[in-house]
């Protein structure tokens, strides 16, 4: 029975469609050690990946059937994201569509968190997130282990951000196995407006190297994968290793006065997180992480700074 003054109408739309909201987390490599180009154009990774708590947000809505993907995003850096079928989040809803036969029809939003295009796996976390999304509003109920699969084909980092903690990949970066860790870590971010192509930057590691980089193992992070385990900061500060890094600063050579001041400031390592620029700096507290940010501001070094803490978790629901 109507109410007085309410049409049967107005009920239906007072409802909002329903939606399915997930965040995911950015990653710092720990260690990034590269082997020489392959044939398949990729180079043969290990490399120790941690996630922290910079969380990308998806939400996925239900749309009327035929409406297809639509896509908008904000937050810091929205205006450089694509909004078509080259974002990654875009092309993780056809990809799961294809794969459990529903038809792909979902609103996505992304609510940024992590920089963009900085090295830190940004547009990785999107893509894992809007998976466990459209998973969880089509009711499709894809087992994890599949949707990894699925993830790999995304993107080399997309599994680690559905995974998150802190892990070991090997391959192109895509096959985990989760790393023992005790405690806490305080990061602090230095981020840049320009963003760097992935691509670029193992291109000018090709040069540098000149195709000719040693095998790679996880032998060299022996140091590294005992201070996780003992939660020592200051030995985990000393072993942060990334192959990428000489790359990565023959493109923005300012990045070597961002490292630099990390340094005199007490940082317990700083490195420059994945392909870059995004410069990742250890610091001994979140007290700590703030004087640095502070300093990287004051010396207008980082366009963006972030303090944060690792590990945290990987790709899961929210509402
Ligand atoms: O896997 P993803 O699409 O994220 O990789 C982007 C680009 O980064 C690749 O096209 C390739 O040029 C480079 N890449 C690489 N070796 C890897 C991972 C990525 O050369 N292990």
């Avoid at 050579?253 to 420059?272: K, Q, S």
């Amino acid at each position: 029975m109507n109410h007085p003054g309410t049409t049967p109408f107005a009920r239906l739309t007072a409802a909002p469609p329903p939606s399915a909201r997930v965040r995911a987390p950015g990653k710092v490599n720990l260690s990034l050690r590269v082997g020489a180009l392959q044939d398949d154009g990729y180079h043969p990774l290990v490399s120790v990946f941690q996630a922290v708590a910079l969380f990308e947000e998806v939400t996925a809505t239900q749309v009327l059937p035929g409406s297809g993907v639509s896509l908008t995003v904000d937050g810091p850096q929205a205006a450089a994201v694509p909004l078509d079928i080259s974002n990654l989040a875009w092309r993780a809803a056809l990809l799961l569509a294809a794969h459990t036969g529903v038809e792909p029809d979902v609103a996505l939003h992304v609510r940024k968190g992590v920089p963009v295009a900085g090295g830190m796996a940004g547009g990785s976390a999107d893509a894992a997130a809007a998976l466990v999304a459209c998973d969880a509003l089509w009711e499709t109920g894809v087992p994890r282990s599949e949707l990894v699969e699925l993830a790999a084909q995304l993107g080399s980092d997309v599994p680690f951000c559905l995974l998150g903690h802190t892990a070991v990949g090997t391959g192109r970066g895509h096959l985990l196995t989760p790393a023992m860790t005790r405690g806490e870590f305080h990061w602090v971010f230095g981020a840049s407006d320009r963003g760097l192509s992935t691509p670029a930057v193992f291109a000018a590691f090709d040069e540098l190297t000149q195709g000719g980089a040693p095998p790679v193992g996880l032998e060299d992070d022996t140091a590294l994968m005992q201070a996780l385990r003992a939660g020592d900061p200051t030995a985990l500060g000393a072993a942060l290793h990334n192959d990428l890094q000489d790359a990565a600063l023959s493109l923005r050579p300012e990045l070597a006065r961002t490292l630099e001041i990390a340094h005199e400031t007490g940082a317990l390592g700083a490195i420059v997180s994945g392909s870059g620029p995004t410069v990742a700096a250890l610091a001994r507290s979140r007290q700590h992480a703030l004087a640095i940010a502070a300093t990287w501001t004051a010396e207008g070094a980082a366009d963006t700074v972030w303090t944060t803490t690792g590990p945290a978790h990987g790709a899961r629901q929210t509402s």
